[in-house]
């Protein structure tokens, strides 16, 4: 079993920044592709990036391509995204998921483990 817990999500300007931490326990996760997601009221949870477990392979939205970034420190067994130019639109509730195979992954159905969430909330 591995358990996630998000930290790192608050209130925050829209064009503003927040990293968001993923710290792992119960197993390392040196071997597995780490993801993000965020489900908006009202919404479905949607997929916002990933990672290999070697780092070798990144994925993301469009609509946050080029203002977050996913990255690892397997020795702290903790995932980050880093969140810049914050828009209202990003306003969600943000979940860290791993899966056990290495793979970056984009689809919620294939990662077993998940966090229980961290709001991140921009402001107009």
């Known amino acids: 079993q591995v358990q996630l817990v998000e930290s790192g999500g608050g209130l925050v300007q829209a064009g503003g920044s927040l990293r968001l931490s993923c710290a792992a326990s119960?197993?390392?996760?040196?071997?597995?592709?780490m993801g993000w997601f965020r489900q908006a009221p009202g919404k479905e949870r949607e997929f916002v990036a990933a990672?290999?477990?070697?780092?070798?392979?990144?994925y993301y939205a469009d609509s946050v391509k080029g203002r977050f970034t996913i990255s690892r420190d397997n020795a702290k067994n903790t995932v980050y995204l880093q969140m810049n130019s914050l828009r209202p639109e990003d306003t969600a509730v943000y979940y860290c998921a791993c899966e056990t195979t290495g793979v970056a992954r984009v689809r919620a159905s294939e990662y077993p483990y998940w966090g229980q969430g961290t709001q991140v909330t921009a402001s107009s």
């Open positions: 119960g197993r390392t996760i040196r071997g597995y592709g």
């Open positions: 990672m290999s477990w070697n780092g070798a392979n990144t």
